[in-house]
């Protein structure tokens, strides 16, 4: 039986699953409406559509590592119990290594490439959201390369509610490069070294920490030295090399990169559902009371 057009929007009005989704179940039904339905249900793809409409902003990160390869990725969940679900820890792990697999560039990407089963990843994920129930995606990810004399520190806070990939170079103390990513958690520097901050927004930080000194009514020719002295505390504030130790307060992170014989080349630090929904925990808090101990 011919396909129709009409037949294909019909389908996805009645699922909201996609367009090339609706004719495959259409195809294999023989153009039955009701059996496409029940076909793309199995599939778990209109079950799925059904629950795009919800909010994920809950769920975990999770960091793997493969020789001179790290992914870390995020996957949101509804509900922070269904975050616990092994069954979601199952699918955080076969997309993980998936990922390190295949290092597709965008999540775009990677929900079109297929995995081992024949399935895509986005097909993966709706079935995962078949069994699971809840509203599933692959937010986002980042997939890291290291030289052999490199290190990655990997770090997850909560079981994954914060995690952080960091990469050190010329050492390959992979101890070190974890209580860097450790602080990363805690702190949530913006930048590694101030070169890398813009000098459009440090001039701006210049100017509204001059008008600041002049409204505190101090005098014109001591404010210049005085704005100087507060860009310091901008920096420490977002560079991660400026701030102090989160477990040595008296020593600078660049100076415990330095003893562990390298320097921070990157890192990367994901939190659950941040920029989708205003969270009230205090994880930075929660962080450094570990990290201390």
Known sequence: MAITAQMVKELREKTGAGMMDCKKALTESNGDMDQAIDYLREKGIAKAAKKADRIAAEGSTIIKTDGNAAVILEVNSETDFVAKNEGFKELLNTLADH?????P??????????MENGSSVEEHVNSAIAKIGEKLSLRRFEIIEKNDGDAFGAYLHMGGRIGVLTLLEGTTDEAAAKDVAMHIAAVNPKYISRDQVSEEEVQREREVLTQQSLNEGKPENIVAKMVEGRLGKFFEEICLLEQSFVKNPDQKVKQFVAAAGGNVKSF??????EGIEKRQDNFAEEVMNQVKK
């Open 105 to 114: 560039a965008s999540v775009e990407e990677a929900n079109a490439q297929k």
């Open 268 to 273: 990367v630090r994901f939190e659950v559902g």
């Open 99 to 103: 990922l390190l697999a295949n290092k």
